[in-house]
Nanobody
Framework: QLQASGGGSVHSGGSLRLSCAASGRISSIDTMTWYRQAPGKERELVASVTKGGTTNYVDSVKGRFTIARDNAKSTMYLQMNNLKHEDTAVYYC??????????????????WGQGTQVTVSS
């Protein structure tokens, strides 16, 4: 299970920090990802971080957003600075992982957290 928090309303140029806490099959988690979906638009990948710490960002947030992961706490963060109106969206956290089932077969999965609203007023 994933529990996202930290959304809110800020003015342009402001900052917010999102958190996503994982529980359950946490040892099988590989990549943790933040997505967002603005009204009338498709969901897009914002940033991701692998178990080893490799990060990836969509071009529009590079230099403003920082994704981080605390494996000991099974928590992912998204520090969002210099927020712009176009960052307004519902932000979702997601994890990709894998494990072997009782028959020794590999199983891949993706879990989603509930969304958290980020609103940036211009």
């Amino acid at each position: 299970q994933l529990q996202a928090s930290g959304g809110g309303s800020v003015h342009s140029g402001g900052s917010l920090r999102l958190s996503c806490a994982a529980s359950g099959r946490i040892s099988s988690i590989d990549t943790m990802t933040w997505y967002r979906q603005a009204p009338g638009k498709e969901r897009e990948l914002v940033a991701s971080v692998t178990k080893g710490g490799t990060t990836n960002y969509v071009d529009s947030v590079k230099g403003r957003f920082t994704i981080a992961r605390d494996n000991a706490k099974s928590t992912m963060y998204l520090q969002m600075n210099n927020l712009k109106h176009e960052d307004t969206a519902v932000y979702y956290c997601s994890v990709d992982g894998g494990y072997y089932n009782g028959r020794g077969e590999p199983v891949r999965y993706r879990d989603w957290g509930q969304g958290t609203q980020v609103t940036v007023s211009s």
